[in-house]
C-alpha cells in the first residue's frame, strides 16, 4: 500500500524538517479522515452540529494548499485544494443520496468520486516525480471504497463493523500521509 514511504523510511532517520513535514502531513490527512467521519455522523444522525461539522470539513482543502504553496507555488496548491474540496462535495452528494435512497443518483456521484480520484492522482504525480500516479490512484481508490463501506455500516446500524472500518480508513489515512512526505522529501532534498 504505502510502499515509497516503507521503503523510504527503512534506510533512513529523519532530521527535524523531515519530522515537522511528515507531522504536518499526518495531521492534515488525519483531520481529513476525522472531519469526513463527523460529517456522516452528523448526516446521517441529523445533529445540530452538522453546518458547523461541514465547514470544518471543508476547511481541510484550504489546509493542505497552505503547506503545498510553500513547495509548489500558489497555482498549484490552489489545484489541489480545489481537487480536494470537489472530493468532499461530491461524497456529501452521495452521502445525501444515500439518505433519499436514490441509488441511480448514488451510482453517478460514486463514478465522479472516482474519476475525482483520477485526476488527483494524475495532478499529483505531474507535480513530484517522487509519486506515483498509480500509487496515488490505488491509495485513493482504497479511500474511497472504505469510505463508501463506512456509510453503509453507519447507515446499516452496525456501528461494530463501522467503528472496524474507520480504524481502518485512520491507519490508510497516514500511509497517504507517510507517501505525500517520503515524496516531498526526496523532492526537494529535505
Known sequence: MAGTAAGYWKYHFA??????????????WTEHMF????????????????????????????????VLEIFYGKQKAETFRSLLEDHLK????????????NGKAVEQYSRLWYSNADRIAAFLASINPCWSEEEWKSLLYEHLKMTGDELAARMNGDFVEDGKIFDMIENQGLAMADVMA??????FDI
Not at 532530521?15 to 492534515?28: A, F
Not at 461530491?90 to 435512497?101: H, L, P, Q, R
Open 35 to 66: 472531519w469526513t467521519r463527523l460529517f456522516l455522523i452528523s448526516s446521517l444522525s441529523g445533529l445540530p452540529d452538522l453546518e458547523v461539522t461541514t465547514n470544518r470539513l471543508l476547511r481541510n482543502p484550504a489546509d493542505f494548499a497552505k
Open 15 to 28: 532530521n527535524y524538517g523531515q519530522m515537522n513535514l511528515m507531522n504536518e502531513l499526518r495531521k492534515l
Open 90 to 101: 461530491i461524497a456529501a452528494a452521495i452521502v445525501d443520496n444515500s439518505m433519499k435512497g
Open 182 to 187: 517520503a515524496g516531498m522529501i526526496n523532492q
